[in-house]
């Protein structure tokens, strides 16, 4: 794909993301996408068939993405201490932001009563996120900054918190003391010393 269409596919992914996290995945429809893309019926499906392929894609981009910024930060050797205050801080974040959030749309996706073909993409996809989670906390243990704890128990209790609050914030109010709390006690299974990285 050229440049302009690769541009494109990714104008498309903003406005689409902007739309399920607003009215979840099932209300959006292709001619939602068109007029927030300000594509014609045509131009888009030059580059998608429909909502499920683009939602399908923004899964996997944010799951890849995740991935190789983990990946790219353990061969350069920074701290894991480091890597996980920064990614937690983001988590902390999104926790508060519910108007960004994708929980519901999630779902939603995944619910729908013909996605049994899509169960493995969406186990496949925790998979992947459970992998990255542990190849950091392995790589903190073995740094000795972390404790060597249990790293499944460890990455249930990241992301079903993780998510559980993002989708309580659609539905809630939902202070800051919740995430700030969260990433604390995490912090404090994870990491050996107090005294490394800042403290949320």
Same mark, same amino acid.
């Given at each position: 794909?050229?440049?302009?269409?690769?541009?494109?596919?990714?104008?498309?992914?903003?406005?689409?993301?902007?739309?399920?996290?607003?009215?979840?995945?099932?209300?959006?429809?292709?001619?939602?996408?068109?007029?927030?893309?300000?594509?014609?019926?045509?131009?888009?499906?030059?580059?998608?068939?429909?909502?499920?392929?683009?939602?399908?894609?923004?899964?996997?981009?944010?799951? @890849?993405?995740?991935? *190789?910024?983990?990946?790219?930060?353990? #061969?350069?050797?920074?701290? +894991?201490? =480091?890597?996980?205050?920064? !990614?937690?801080?983001?988590?902390?974040?999104?926790?508060?932001?519910?108007?960004?959030?994708?929980?519901?749309?999630?779902?939603?996706?995944?619910?729908?009563? @013909?996605?049994?073909? *899509?169960?493995?993409?969406?186990?496949? #996809?925790?998979?992947?996120? +459970?992998? =990255?989670?542990?190849?950091? !906390?392995?790589?903190?243990?073995?740094?000795?900054?972390?404790?060597?704890?249990?790293?499944?128990?460890?990455?249930?209790?990241?992301?079903?918190?993780?998510?559980?609050?993002?989708?309580?914030?659609?539905?809630?109010?939902?202070?800051?003391?919740?995430? +700030?709390?969260?990433?604390?006690?995490?912090?404090?299974?994870?990491?050996?010393?107090?005294?490394?990285?800042?403290?949320?």
């Amino acid at each position: 794909m050229n440049k302009r269409g690769q541009e494109t596919r990714e104008h498309i992914k903003k406005c689409a993301y902007s739309l399920f996290a607003e009215k979840g995945f099932k209300q959006v429809t292709m001619k939602d996408l068109c007029e927030a893309a300000q594509l014609s019926r045509g131009g888009l499906y030059c580059h998608y068939k429909s909502t499920r392929q683009i939602f399908q894609e923004i899964l996997n981009d944010m799951t @890849d993405r995740q991935d *190789h910024e983990f990946e790219r930060r353990i #061969q350069q050797g920074q701290p +894991a201490v =480091t890597i996980l205050d920064d !990614i937690l801080e983001k988590y902390r974040s999104e926790m508060l932001d519910s108007q960004a959030s994708l929980s519901i749309a999630i779902c939603e996706y995944f619910s729908v009563p @013909d996605a049994a073909c *899509h169960n493995n993409t969406l186990y496949a #996809q925790y998979l992947t996120s +459970a992998n =990255t989670w542990k190849k950091l !906390i392995r790589y903190g243990i073995d740094r000795q900054e972390f404790h060597d704890v249990d790293m499944d128990a460890v990455f249930h209790l990241i992301v079903f918190s993780y998510q559980g609050v993002r989708m309580y914030s659609r539905l809630m109010p939902v202070g800051e003391e919740i995430p +700030a709390g969260i990433i604390r006690e995490i912090k404090k299974i994870l990491v050996r010393s107090e005294d490394s990285g800042n403290h949320l």
